[in-house]
Each structure stands twice: as structure tokens, then as C-alpha cells.
């Protein structure tokens, strides 16, 4: 019958043990476990005392294993590496069964996580989890990460998304209080301004310059998150830039509409970076992203 752990040494205990007869000394096991010598003393006494027989014989520059305290280390050792094997296998393991993909909030909420729930349900058998950050995820982090930005300037495989325009967005209630029929019009209407350096999304002042206008004249409300940028603007808080791959659906639902006829093109692309490492169910969903058909979504390949 196999042992329960309540009839074994603490994990601890061994752990203690095992460092203090591989440096044979309690000082340099102490300085690896980053414990006292104390500790580690106290522990491999409290094992001595469980198992009834002593395992070091102490002299004053260190320690030497008793004949019991060596059959112990080597069952000890095989036991740690015995467990190191499993989790490296289910670590691989569990590398191979999911793509890691990484997003901006905006991109996950908006663009990306519908596209997954129809992914799945075409090849169920690919498990994906998605990294959701606005600053940028380590590299060794995901297969493929969605960014914002020069694709010209990547060092790594990249695939374009789309490259966007952007449309200047409000509630249809804003629309109407505030009786906005021209760029004069919205220049004086308060605005939502995105505050986040980190994304390199175009402001309202870079907006209004490549149509031939001045800074806008009202400021407005700041937020650094471009989904709360765009629930403040439903909320009838203001004008929003908005990029019409990631927005589309607001329009088509009514909830946000589009308050003059100019717009500018995206200085920047969305594109897919793919690392190194992807595997092919990485390689997959890559593909599925850039040729799956979306209506939603002008200007997607």
C-alpha cells in the first residue's frame, strides 16, 4: 500500500537535508535556501529525531554523512528528480497544447476575443490563451502578439491585419446636444482624449492637423484606457477617435455614430508578430486570423 504524506518527513525537512549533504555543510545550504544555519540545523535535527538514527556526523568546518544519511541523500535525490522530469514533461506539455497570443485590451475586447469564440468553433481541438495587456508582453511570454504600430521597423515574422482610418465618434444623444455638422463644430465640443503613450495611437491634435485645422479648443475628458475612452463616450461624455476595424460594431449597434464626413488613414498597421518558437497550431490560428471572412471588420485580410 503506497504511503500517504502524513507519513513522510516534511518536504521542507528533506529539502534542507538534501542541500546540507550536497554542499556538506549547514552554512552553505542555509546561504542557497536563503535561511539560517540555524534552520537548517533544527530541521535536519527533527529529522534525525523522526527517523531514529543520525545522518551527519558534525565536525567543526562541516558535516559527512553517515551511512544512513547516504542511502537517505540517494533516495532523496532520485525522488527530486523523479518530480523535476513530471513538471518539466507537463510544462512541454502543456507548451504544446495552447497558443499563447498577446493583445492590447482594446484589440482583445473589440477585435480579437469575438474572432476566438468562432475559432473554437472551428478547431476546438487548439487551446489559446490570450496575454491581455497594454504595455508590451516578453517576448518569451507568447507565440503571437497583436500590435499597433510600424511594421517596417519589425526584426521578427510579422503579418499586416489591416491598416485603418480613423473617424471621429460619438453617442447619437452627443451628436444631437451638442449640433455637431462640421470640423469647426467639433473642435469646440469636448472631446475624449487617450492618454497612453505606450499605444502610439493617434490624438485629436495629430487628427485635426492632417485635415488642416488648429489643436482642438476644448480639452475635455483624459482616460488611459481605450475602453473606458469609448464607454465614456457612449455615456455622452464626449468625441472619440476611433479606428473603424476595432469600432465598427459600436456604429452598426447605434451606439456610437460617426459625427463628420472626414477622416484620416492610420499612420500605423495592425499586424500579427509571430516568434520563433510558434508551433503549427500557432501557425493555425495566425492563418485563421489573417483569411477568416468578417464582415465586421473592413479592411481585414
Not at 120 to 132: C, D, F, L, T
Not at 149 to 173: K, N, Q, Y
Amino acid at each position: 500500500m503506497p504511503k500517504r504524506l502524513y507519513d513522510l518527513p516534511s518536504m521542507h525537512a528533506l529539502v534542507c537535508f538534501e542541500a546540507a549533504a550536497r554542499h556538506q555543510g549547514f552554512k552553505a545550504a542555509a546561504s542557497e535556501l536563503h535561511v539560517t544555519s540555524a534552520a537548517i540545523s533544527h530541521q535536519v535535527k527533527s529529522l534525525e529525531i523522526e527517523l531514529g538514527r543520525e545522518l551527519f556526523r558534525r565536525y567543526h568546518r562541516g558535516v559527512e554523512l553517515t551511512e544512513s544519511g547516504a542511502y537517505l541523500l540517494l533516495a532523496v535525490q532520485r525522488g527530486f528528480e523523479g518530480i523535476s522530469d513530471s513538471i518539466g514533461q507537463l510544462r512541454t506539455q502543456q507548451s504544446q497544447a495552447a497558443v499563447t497570443i498577446s493583445a492590447t485590451t482594446a484589440v482583445s475586447s473589440l477585435w480579437l476575443t469575438p474572432k476566438l469564440s468562432r475559432f473554437w468553433r472551428h478547431h476546438g481541438h487548439v487551446s489559446v490563451a490570450q496575454i491581455v495587456s497594454d504595455v508590451d508582453t516578453p517576448r518569451s511570454q507568447w507565440d503571437l502578439s497583436i500590435k499597433y504600430g510600424d511594421i517596417h521597423a519589425e526584426t521578427m515574422a510579422c503579418r499586416a491585419l489591416m491598416r485603418d482610418r480613423i473617424i471621429a465618434l460619438g453617442s447619437p444623444r452627443f451628436a444631437e446636444e451638442q449640433r455637431i455638422q462640421s470640423l469647426d463644430d467639433l473642435q469646440r465640443a469636448p472631446l475624449i482624449h487617450l492618454e497612453a503613450e505606450e499605444t502610439g495611437w493617434t490624438g485629436w491634435q495629430d487628427w485635426f492637423a492632417q485635415l488642416g485645422y488648429t489643436s482642438p479648443r476644448a480639452h475635455g475628458f483624459s482616460v488611459n484606457n481605450y475602453i473606458i475612452a469609448l464607454q465614456a463616450a457612449q455615456d455622452d461624455m464626449g468625441a472619440i477617435l476611433g479606428w473603424e476595424g476595432l469600432t465598427t460594431r459600436l456604429v452598426e449597434t447605434g451606439k456610437l455614430v460617426q459625427l463628420v464626413p472626414q477622416d484620416i488613414p492610420s499612420p500605423l498597421d495592425f499586424y500579427i508578430r509571430i516568434n520563433a518558437r510558434a508551433s503549427g497550431r500557432a501557425m493555425l490560428l495566425c492563418d485563421w486570423l489573417l483569411q477568416a471572412p468578417d464582415p465586421g471588420l473592413p479592411g481585414s485580410v
